[in-house]
T-cell receptor
Framework: GAVVSQHPSRVICKSGTSVKIECRSLDFQATTMFWYRQFPKKSLMLMATSNEGSKATYEQGVEKDKFLINHASLTLSTLTVTSAHPEDSSFYIC?????????????FGPGTRLTVL | AQTVTQSQPEMSVQEAETVTLSCTYDTSENNYYLFWYKQPPSRQMILVIRQEAYKQQNATENRFSVNFQKAAKSFSLKISDSQLGDTAMYFCAFMKRAGNQFYFGTGTSLTVIP
């Protein structure tokens, strides 16, 4: 099946610093990737849709200047949390949509736990 | 707008028994996909099963099967011969065929009791 990786899996940073999270599709090309945020025991909340070669589309209420998304290639999207604050602590999950294999399906990365001190 | 409802926050089942998780959705679309994802304690989201709305036949994957009732907008997941490894959070999801976005339900926490 399609594999999506995320790096790092866990990060702890100080308030005010920036953190970059990478999402890679390992065995397929993904023109579209998605970034989600998940609070404990809650569902996934879509933050933004990342399109290769164009600007990301952000969901209502998500600050695009705080959560910078870059989809530089067909296998890599990055999420940068700028000037992180404790309220940004959360579990961030990316997914990639594939049109190969099981078409029109999203495969998820293993997630990144961000803790801002 | 699309909404997905999972009315059972928590469920439990005895090992080797069968359990059914419910999911209803609301949409005006005619062409769409429905999914069940599993999120074990590792928090890795794993695709369990997928249904295309234009297909009347219910999807099955080994011990997992769905009961898709398009008119009733219902998409329940049946897990047969439950195993301890089935303990996880289960999310129902909807995606328009012509769209990108997933709409997730709030999840059902399933515990398989030995």
């Amino acid at each position: 099946g399609a594999v999506v990786s995320q790096h790092p899996s866990r990060v702890i940073c100080k308030s005010g610093t920036s953190v970059k999270i990478e999402c890679r599709s390992l065995d397929f090309q993904a023109t579209t990737m998605f970034w989600y945020r998940q609070f404990p025991k809650k569902s996934l909340m879509l933050m933004a849709t990342s399109n290769e070669g164009s600007k990301a589309t952000y969901e209502q209420g998500v600050e695009k200047d705080k959560f910078l998304i870059n989809h530089a290639s067909l296998t890599l999207s990055t999420l940068t949390v700028t000037s992180a604050h404790p309220e940004d602590s959360s579990f961030y999950i990316c997914s990639a949509r594939t049109t190969a294999g099981v078409a029109d399906t999203q495969y998820f990365g293993p997630g990144t736990r961000l803790t801002v001190l | 707008a699309q909404t997905v409802t999972q009315s059972q926050p928590e469920m439990s089942v005895q090992e080797a028994e069968t359990v059914t998780l419910s999911c209803t959705y609301d949409t005006s679309e005619n062409n769409y996909y429905l999914f069940w994802y599993k999120q074990p304690p590792s928090r890795q989201m794993i695709l369990v099963i997928r249904q295309e709305a234009y297909k009347q036949q219910n999807a099955t994957e080994n011990r997992f099967s769905v009961n898709f009732q398009k008119a009733a907008k219902s998409f329940s997941l049946k897990i047969s011969d439950s195993q301890l490894g089935d303990t996880a959070m289960y999310f129902c999801a909807f995606m328009k065929r012509a769209g990108n976005q997933f709409y997730f339900g709030t999840g059902t926490s399933l515990t398989v009791i030995p």
